[in-house]
């Protein structure tokens, strides 16, 4: 059931008055469960596929309550190697490639944001944070809300338990109509914005991949520049556009989704970019990952002087860790070890800055237009450049590296930093030109006449941008 589909919508517009029908817990329950289990179903070719996710899910409750009950760190540290190792043969990634698979396909979407949540309720039940048994109800509709079964966002159980309370009223008008309008948005960036990059960026990526592009290597390094960029886009275009549906939804079921975005391309160095991109998943890494990590390094290296640069090690780590989770196969350590470069760079670049001018010049240069807008630039060039790894295999990236060369990505990574960099200054100054006449516009639309128009409107764009595309660009994060 993908979510640009006619399915998924009829699927949603019944779920959602099937939940509202009543305002009885029990029921609500009941609603969303036969959801979750319905989503599931709309993936499946045979009942055999969902038999792995369901042992999965099984283990995971056991081992969840047995960490609870005992808060042993030798049974924590056991079930936690043992869904970790569950999960990598159940994803098969290609160091376990030579082992034996299950007889049978299977289904393996979700299984990695699942993974999230089971490793958070471990943690979090051997720190005492949850004492409470865990209702098996609760449990799968936390792990497989079809919400966010597909890609997120992360969200932590404690607030997953808080949203399941009954609201005291039922939802006013308002708040239909504004969930409906960021529904409507969503599908606007999903399918249009996000599907025109992508029209623009196949063509590009055959070109450059098709191994025999006659095109001077000036213009390689251009096309891949160009290339990089967009597809940049329709991941951002594409994945926030998701968010916006999921979160609108939940609105009308009454349930806060935590945001995932937070205008990331304002971000002025890597560091900074990852608090405003895939929010939920860079925090659960800071919470789970690189906070306990910091910790261990700093108990086994007291000087004060190495802190800084345990910070460096552990941003590297984390950024690595958080890279090889995005796929199975070989080219996502690469993705990782750019993505620990860059946040590793930009630690050292922080340091070193410091030491050179000290901490308030820092400051005065971070308030520099022409500094801000060249850093703006260059991580939106650096992050462009290494997500070219969801879109190469390691084979074609060895391939479209002999062809554009060392010199040619440096220079689409210059050409990136420069060009985004203009692009963010002539937008910024469009924005605050036409603020006012913005805010107006935006109260208009909240509601009435002016706010039916627009959202109908939008409707209509989206429904043009379908029929030129014949179907919707697929969620990309879905594949992770």
């Known amino acids: 059931m993908e979510f640009p589909s006619v399915l998924f919508l009829v699927f949603v517009a019944c779920v959602v008055l099937a939940y509202n029908a009543c305002r009885r817990p029990a029921y609500q329950t009941v609603v969303l469960t036969a959801a979750n289990i319905v989503f599931i179903g709309s993936y499946l070719a045979s009942l055999s596929e969902v038999i792995p996710l369901v042992g999965f899910l099984g ?62 309720l471990l943690i979090d039940a051997h720190d005492g ?13 936390y792990t497989c809300n079809f919400l966010c079964f ?19 009223t039922p939802l006013g008008d308002d708040q239909v109509f504004l969930a409906l309008l960021r529904i409507i948005n969503g599908y606007l960036k999903l399918i249009v914005v996000s599907g025109f990059a992508d029209y623009f960026f196949t063509y590009l990526r ?44 939940g609105k009308l079921l009454g349930k806060d989704l935590p945001e995932n975005f937070n205008k990331p391309f304002l971000a002025r160095d890597f560091l900074e970019f990852w608090t405003r991109w895939h929010m939920t998943l860079s925090e659960w890494f800071k919470t789970y990952l690189f906070n306990p990590l910091m910790q261990a390094l700093m108990t086994r290296f007291r000087q004060p002087a190495l802190v800084p640069y345990l910070g460096v090690a552990a941003f590297f780590v984390t950024f690595l860790v958080m890279g090889l989770w995005h796929g199975t ?89 420069i060009g985004c960099a203009v692009a963010f200054f002539l937008w910024d100054f469009a924005v605050r030109a036409v603020a006012g006449t913005v805010a107006v516009v935006r109260s208009q639309m909240r509601a009435g006449m002016a706010g039916s128009f627009w959202a109908a409107g939008n409707v209509l764009v989206v429904l043009l941008a379908f029929s030129f595309f014949h179907k919707a660009p697929e969620f990309v ?3 992770f």
Not at 129 to 141: A, H, M, R, S, Y
């Open 59 to 120: 283990l995971s409750y056991v081992l969840v309550e047995a960490v609870r009950l005992t808060r042993s760190k030798p049974i924590f540290l056991l079930s936690l190697s043992v869904t970790l190792v569950i999960f990598v043969y159940l994803k098969r990634f290609s160091f376990v490639g030579d082992l034996p698979s299950l007889p049978f396909p299977y289904i393996t979407l979700g299984l990695s944001y699942i993974l999230f949540r089971v490793l958070h």
């Open 129 to 141: 944070e949850i004492t409470e048994k865990l209702n098996l109800v609760t449990f799968f509709n």
């Open 150 to 168: 597909v890609s997120g966002p992360i969200q932590r159980y404690q607030q997953f338990v808080a949203n399941g309370r009954p609201m005291a």
């Open 206 to 249: 055959r070109r450059l991949l098709n191994g025999s592009n006659p095109a001077s290597h000036a213009i390689l390094a251009v096309e891949y520049g160009l290339a990089a960029i967009l597809y940049a886009v329709y991941l951002y275009y594409n994945f926030s556009g998701y968010m916006d549906i999921v979160i609108g939804i």
């Open 329 to 417: 196969t070989a080219i996502f350590i690469v993705y990782g070890l750019v993505m620990g470069a860059g946040a590793s760079i930009t630690r050292l670049w922080q340091l070193l800055i410091v030491k050179l001018v000290g901490r308030e010049r820092y400051r005065e240069l971070g308030r520099n237009q022409f500094y801000e807008y060249l850093c703006r630039g260059l991580v939106c060039a650096y992050y462009a450049l290494g997500i070219t790894c969801f879109w190469v295999d390691l084979t074609s990236a060895g391939a479209l590296w002999q062809m554009v060369g060392p010199s040619g990505v440096l220079a689409a990574f210059v050409l990136l930093a």
């Open 477 to 479: 994060y879905r594949g």
